[in-house]
């Protein structure tokens, strides 16, 4: 006789028993071999939840009871943390998030990979000694309450603005200048965009810091060119705040998301902030990528050094090079460094970061690796060592063939996303063994975790 499949219904309530952390920080427990994903629960917990929606292979629930508590549960110390949804484990003790993101990592090996997992050196998670105030950048979206200017972000799942006064994963100076700039567009009565008529001006307010020089970037995003009262606005932000230094009014008219058009205008100070990681400067425009986590990042870029072990003979390829923060990082322990990156302002910030730091031995071109590094082998040039640092995306397919043809003796992974790194592994793993696997928590309080990983080509 053949089992009837149990159907799960929406608003349905039963006990539930979490085993983990799904890859959203959310717990994951099973009802009638059904994953039920269920945010705010921890493993290990004892809870009854109520069904939100049904999918086809699993549900999602919310709690409505805890009847037996995790040991590593904590009081959230941020005000808006459960509407806000920009972190998810501010509820869970640190030191027990670092031990959830590794097992994040080896989830993704389970679900991806056929590798014997129990056998792989998958080390402790890397984590901040104190894992607040550490993003240097915000971008806070501009609304109005009641006749009232607030900014912050949107509440998960909805289109509801949360205020957000103080973020306590932010740098203290992001804050303060976001809270000082939305003052004085209430003091000068300057129009803020409304998403659903389409009216207004200001959208958000983008706040960079460079946390080892104090310089401070505000990007001014409207929907429109024209900026009403534009001369006595900026006038006031220098008045007000010293430390910013340079101000952009970036103009995106589209019914969009993503938060810059395509247009920026230089408005006031530089164009540019500084930041230093170790004994590089790096600046940064108004649309440059950089690292949100700057301690993190030299923990993560000394990883990848530790697994390189450069002895001053090697050719390092560096693919997905951007502004070529890790093969400069390399640099001193390389023979040479080609770096190529699809993206070609990225590629001449990279070509103006070799020259500034005076490293002669790096080189940086426009291009796929997938078609850079085939042309370099044929002309005799084979690197001993590539290093990757993908988008969420993971690796191209082409990127991994062409590795696998090249089969440099050293490959060094760094990942944002275990799901795509487990995937690309296994594909990797015809010609490759996993040395090692750290995990490094760039981003504390909630789900993301990065890996870096050393492969050494099989004999």
């Excluded at 105030?133 to 509440?155: C, P, T, W």
């Excluded at 946390?211 to 220098?238: F, N, S, W």
């Excluded at 950089?290 to 990883?303: A, D, G, H, I, R």
């Excluded at 015809?430 to 309080?445: C, G, L, R, S, W």
Aim: hydrophobic letters at 35%.
């Amino acid at each position: 006789m053949q089992r009837q499949k149990v159907i799960i219904k929406v608003k349905q309530q039963f006990p539930l028993t979490i085993k983990r952390l799904g890859i959203n920080g959310e717990g994951v427990g099973y009802f009638k071999k059904t994953v039920i994903f269920v945010p705010g629960a921890l493993p290990g917990e004892e809870v009854v939840v109520e069904v939100t929606k049904v999918h086809p292979k699993f549900a999602e629930a919310v709690v409505k009871k805890v009847r037996k508590r995790s040991p590593h549960r904590v009081k959230a110390p941020c005000i808006v943390y459960e509407q806000c949804g920009g972190c998810q484990l501010q509820h869970l003790d640190y030191k027990q998030q670092l031990i959830e993101k590794r097992d994040i990592v080896i989830q993704a090996l389970e679900r991806h990979t056929k590798l014997p997992i129990e056998t792989l050196d998958i080390r402790e998670t890397i984590g901040m000694e104190n894992p607040w105030h550490y993003r240097n950048k915000s971008q806070f979206q501009l609304g109005e309450d009641h006749g009232k200017v607030i900014a912050g972000m949107y509440s998960i799942d909805s289109h509801r603005l949360i205020n957000i006064p103080e973020c306590i994963v932010q740098q203290p100076a992001t804050n303060k200048v976001t809270n000082v700039v939305k003052q004085i567009l209430a003091d000068f009565h300057i129009p803020i965009y409304n998403e659903k008529t389409r009216k207004g001006i200001m959208r958000t307010i983008v706040t960079r810091v460079g946390t080892q020089t104090g310089q401070v970037q505000v990007v001014l995003v409207t929907a429109k060119k024209e900026l009403p009262r534009k001369d006595v606005m900026i006038a006031e932000i220098q008045k007000r705040l010293p430390d910013v230094v340079s101000i952009v009014q970036n103009v995106n008219p589209k019914k969009t998301s993503l938060i810059f058009g395509d247009e920026s205008i230089h408005l006031s100070g530089k164009k540019i902030v500084e930041e230093r990681l170790e004994e590089f400067t790096y600046e940064l425009s108004a649309r440059a990528f950089f690292q949100l986590n700057p301690m993190q990042t030299v923990k993560l870029y000394n990883e990848v050094k530790k697994a390189a072990q450069l002895t001053g003979k090697e050719k390092i390829a560096d693919a997905y090079c951007g502004v070529g923060t890790i093969g400069l990082w390399l640099a001193d322990g390389a023979a040479e460094i080609r770096g190529m990156d699809i993206i070609p302002e990225a590629v001449d910030d990279a070509k103006k970061n070799a020259k500034k730091h005076n490293i002669s031995n790096a080189h940086y071109y426009t291009g796929k690796a997938e078609v850079l590094l085939p042309t370099w082998t044929k002309e005799g040039w084979r690197p001993d060592v590539v290093i990757v640092d993908p988008p969420r995306t993971g690796c191209d397919d082409q990127l991994l063939k062409t590795i696998l043809k090249v089969k440099p003796k050293k490959f060094i992974y760094v990942s944002c996303n275990p799901s795509t790194l487990a995937r690309d592994l296994q594909t990797l793993s015809t010609a490759y063994k996993i040395e090692y696997m750290q995990p490094v928590d760039m981003f504390p309080q909630t789900a993301h975790v990065e890996c870096c990983v050393l492969l050494i080509k099989k004999l």
